[in-house]
């Protein structure tokens, strides 16, 4: 079978959206299906990855950041709902005694849902065009990003009583008074996760074929090039980085729901770096290779880490070597060499 | 033959779409300089003490073609460096149509309409030769912009125009990487006439061509330079005789002589320091 690279990437999309909409629901179970929901919520940043690193060369081991904002965002609202009147349950225990003002927007899901799509927005792009202005790029900008995700972690678990520390935030169960928690609860987000998904995945198809996505694989090959051809490389480059952490920032709101939790954890190094994996293993340059690569790692994960909780770890690390070496372009490679898609 | 293209050449910038032609630099200002598009007085550029470019003065005619040569460390690359924006000037001044370069950022240079081709082809490899043009396309240079960009007919029949101009127009689907190197320094000067700069820096543009190709890239320049100006760093004399009214000697960052080709070849100060040691 000899198809185009286009018929390639249309089959792929829609292969996508009948195992997220189709197979995925009619097979799995309500616990098999929360886990695909929770690997789900981390395959937007995967796909921002892609975006950023795939197709711009801008490698940040910081996404963890704008994932936890989206997860903690979430999570506070949650909440707040589920201790109302009272103040959340960690704050009484660290004797805070009035709700810190940074809290209070979130007492409104309405304000809860715009700060997660738009307060990384400002953040993200002002954080990476005075980064990239500067022409700090490559490995510098990778560790750069990587400190900030790790100072944050320890921001936030310092603050033990407005933050929950190093427990996060927890035991909540109802959204709006939906109960999040059951069977017919998870299966909703689900869907309304997947939708985002496929919403995401699509709009960053259109946006790799329009000319900025041009734009992207020249300033990735050569900035140098683009800039001579009057562009403003820099504004490019946080343009493309800001679209990633909001989808980051989605995707963490989309874990807060699945998983019913929130941890330091999410913010750091180690999701940092394990994201950047999810999206190599799938294929950097794939957006759908993303999801699956998410999905696929994220099961592996879970497997390895039941079956042998001392050496997980280097089953993860090998199968990135692995990949970087035998399939530089991860799995979507491989389907494009078994399908026979012309490049 | 080449009459008949200069001709189509003037025909399609005419008919260039809104869109593209709106924020064009307007011309009536180059009459501001005296017919003089660039000029240079007392540019001095020191790398740790170490004046690549000193005191250097010199100007460039409006729809002139005008060629650099002389030896290795002469400063001629660091010219075109300071005139693009790539290397900040620690002296003196370069104008542009009466505007002061040496202040703006490369890419804000390069929307005045000052384009600069690399020594070794600096094309976008992993797109098509028609993508590698269509990015060049001038003022449209933002996100959103890009985003929303259209390839409208105009769009396309300028590319077209511009692919036939650089004897590419049978590979405008190819992926430019797998042109030869030749064809790469074609693509790469096909990118500045897209962005339609007024004045165009040139450095060794055929480097590493076949006798054939840089015949056919003399006639390609002598085409461009209907109706732009030109500055073109070359070795190969041959090339630059087959090319240049003016030539610039430059030696150790300093002008050296300036002349017709034959003048210029029969300057005992340039005999001196090509053949003197």
Same mark, same amino acid.
């Given at each position: 079978m000899n198809i185009s690279a286009k018929q390639g990437e249309r089959f792929a999309h829609a292969g996508l959206a009948l195992l997220l909409l189709g197979l995925l629901p009619l097979a799995l179970g309500p616990y098999w299906l929360n886990l695909v929901g929770k690997y789900l919520a981390f395959s937007f940043v995967a796909v921002g990855i892609v975006l950023?690193?795939? /197709?711009?060369?801008i490698l940040s081991l910081g996404q963890g950041v704008f994932f936890g904002f989206g997860g903690y965002a979430m999570a506070m609202f949650l909440k707040l709902e589920a201790s109302a009147p009272e103040l959340p349950d960690f704050m009484v225990w660290s004797s805070v005694e009035q709700l810190p003002?940074?809290?209070?927007? /979130?007492?409104?899901f309405g304000v809860t849902l715009a700060s997660i799509f738009l307060v990384p927005i400002p953040v993200a792009f002002i954080f990476a065009y005075a980064i990239f202005r500067k022409r700090v790029s490559g490995v510098y900008f990778a560790i750069v990003t990587i400190a900030l995700s790790m100072t944050l972690v320890v921001l936030n678990i310092g603050q033990q009583g407005e933050?929950?520390?190093?427990?996060?935030?927890t035991d909540f169960s109802t959204l709006l008074g939906f109960d999040i928690i059951n069977d017919a609860g998870k299966k909703a987000i689900y869907w309304v996760e997947v939708g985002l998904l496929l919403a995401a995945t699509t709009l960053a198809a259109l946006l790799l074929h329009s000319r900025f996505g041009k734009l992207l694989i020249a300033v990735r090959d050569r900035e140098d090039r683009v800039r001579f051809s009057g562009f403003d490389t820099a504004m490019i480059k946080a343009f493309i980085f800001t679209v990633s952490a909001v989808l980051s920032s989605v995707g963490g709101a989309m874990f807060a729901l699945q998983a019913g939790l929130v941890t330091p954890s999410l913010i750091g190094a180690v999701t940092s770096v394990e994201l950047v994996i999810y999206a190599a293993v799938g294929g950097r340059l794939s957006v759908v290779g993303a999801v699956v690569g998410a999905l696929l790692v994220g099961f592996t994960k879970s497997y390895l880490s039941e079956h042998y909780p001392e050496t997980w770890l280097f089953f993860l690390g090998a199968m990135f070597i692995f990949v970087v070496w035998v399939l530089p372009n991860g799995l979507a490679d491989l389907f494009r060499k078994i399908l026979r898609v012309k490049a | 033959m080449d009459n008949a293209l200069a001709t189509t050449s003037f025909a399609v910038a005419s008919q260039r779409p809104e869109s593209i !032609?709106?924020?064009?630099?307007?011309? !009536?200002?180059?009459?501001l300089m005296n017919g003089k598009i660039l000029s240079i007085e007392a540019l001095t550029v020191s790398f740790d003490g170490f #004046? !690549?470019?000193?005191g250097l003065d010199m100007s460039i005619d409006e729809n002139e073609l005008r060629v650099v040569i002389g030896p290795n460390g002469a400063g001629k690359t660091t010219l075109l460096d300071m005139i693009c924006g790539k290397t900040k000037p620690t002296s003196g001044s370069i104008r542009f149509r009466g505007t002061e370069?040496?202040?703006?950022?490369d890419y804000q240079i390069v929307r005045m309409g000052v384009g600069r081709k690399f020594?070794?082809?600096?094309?976008?490899?992993?797109?098509t030769v028609a993508e590698n043009l269509e990015i060049s396309?001038?003022?449209?240079?933002g996100v959103w912009a890009s985003i929303f960009f259209r390839r409208t007919k105009e769009v396309r029949e300028r590319i077209a125009y511009v692919a036939e101009e650089i004897m590419l127009k049978d590979h405008l689907?190819?992926?430019?990487? #797998?042109?030869?190197h030749g064809q790469k320094q074609w693509l790469e000067i096909g990118m500045l006439l897209m962005q339609d700069s007024d004045l165009m820096l040139l450095d060794?543009?055929?480097?590493?061509?076949?006798p054939r190709e840089r015949e056919e890239t003399a006639e390609l320049l002598k085409r461009i330079a209907n109706g732009k100006s030109l500055v073109v760093i070359e070795h190969d004399m041959d090339f630059v005789r087959s090319i240049a009214k003016k030539v610039t000697v430059l030696h150790q960052g300093r002008l050296l002589s300036e002349g017709s080709v034959e003048e210029v070849q029969n300057d005992p100060r340039v005999i001196e320091v090509y053949l003197g040691h």
């Open positions: 950023a690193w795939g /197709y711009c060369g003002f940074w809290w209070e927007p /979130y007492s409104s933050t929950g520390g190093a427990n996060g935030i | !032609a709106a924020s064009q630099p307007v011309n !009536a200002k180059s009459t #004046k !690549a470019v000193d370069l040496s202040k703006l950022s020594q070794t082809p600096s094309i976008y490899e992993d797109l396309i001038p003022q449209v240079h689907r190819m992926k430019s990487g #797998k042109l030869s060794e543009p055929v480097a590493g061509m076949s």
